[in-house]
């Protein structure tokens, strides 16, 4: 989600918003580990052009 005003943009964003601990990988054998989806991650870009 963003805006454009101007010269100035202002851009939301988020990445799993619901911190699920989801796999991504499961395991094949019993001594390696599955891979599991990053945490929650929210930020801000604000940018200017001149």
């Known amino acids: 989600m963003g805006w454009d005003i101007d ?8 990445e799993n918003l ?5 796999e991504i990988t499961k395991p094949i054998a019993t001594f390696t580990e599955s891979t599991m989806q990053q945490p929650r991650t929210v930020g801000v870009t604000l940018r200017t052009r001149f």
């Open 7 to 14: 010269e100035l943009s202002l851009y939301l964003f988020a």
């Open 18 to 22: 619901l911190d699920d601990d989801a």
